[in-house]
């Protein structure tokens, strides 16, 4: 199947097609939103990774809320959701990133990718916090890297996607802010190389 999301601040949807564009199902609605801890309106979503053996759909929302929530990919029934470290978001002002600051206890938006390697490991791209945070499926949180830290703007973690070795041994994340591909050792997030300049 293919799944859309739109992010306009108008938009707040995610839709589900089968392969030759009938309407399956939707989650959230057009124009309305509550905030990231309604379990059925959604907040400018930005990513979206389907758990096909589990049939669940993940979603980093988003560009209006701060968090990853999960539903049902057949029904659409709400199954859980969490904020940074596996904590229950607040959409409260967190101020301007600073690298030189603590590190932020929400996500900040735009929560931008979500992504869950074949041991079950679950991947998201807190692009402006400049951070990757990994969790387990259930939303317990396990650890998290910075990725040139010291980036302002729109941060340094855009996407992440996974090598296609059997171990996927390496993410690849790319830097639209920094203009460049960073590929990152998945064990423990260390920099293994880079490639691409501004």
Request: proline share 6%; no cysteine.
């Amino acid at each position: 199947n293919v799944w859309i999301g739109s992010n306009d601040e108008k938009d707040q949807v995610v839709l589900k097609f089968s392969p030759v564009g009938k309407l399956l199902l939707q989650i959230g609605q057009p124009g309305k939103t509550g905030g990231s801890n309604d379990t059925t309106l959604l907040g400018r979503p930005a990513g979206i990774h389907v758990d096909g053996g589990a049939n669940e759909v993940y979603l980093a929302d988003g560009y209006g809320n701060r968090r990853v929530i999960v539903f049902d990919a057949e029904t659409g029934r709400y199954k859980r959701h969490w904020g940074a470290y596996g904590r229950r978001p607040d959409d409260g002002d967190v101020g301007p990133y600073d690298p030189n600051g603590p590190r932020a206890q929400q996500f900040r938006s735009p929560v931008h990718a979500v992504r869950i390697s074949r041991d079950g490991l679950l991947y998201v791209a807190d692009r402006v916090n400049n951070r990757i945070q990994v969790f387990r499926k259930n939303g317990a949180f396990v650890k998290e890297a910075l990725l040139a830290p010291e980036t302002r703007a729109m941060g340094s973690v855009w996407d992440i996607a996974l090598s296609h070795d059997p171990a996927q041994t390496y993410l690849y994340v790319p830097d639209g802010t920094n203009q460049k591909v960073w590929i990152l050792r998945r064990n423990d997030l260390s920099v293994a190389g880079e490639f691409g300049r501004g």
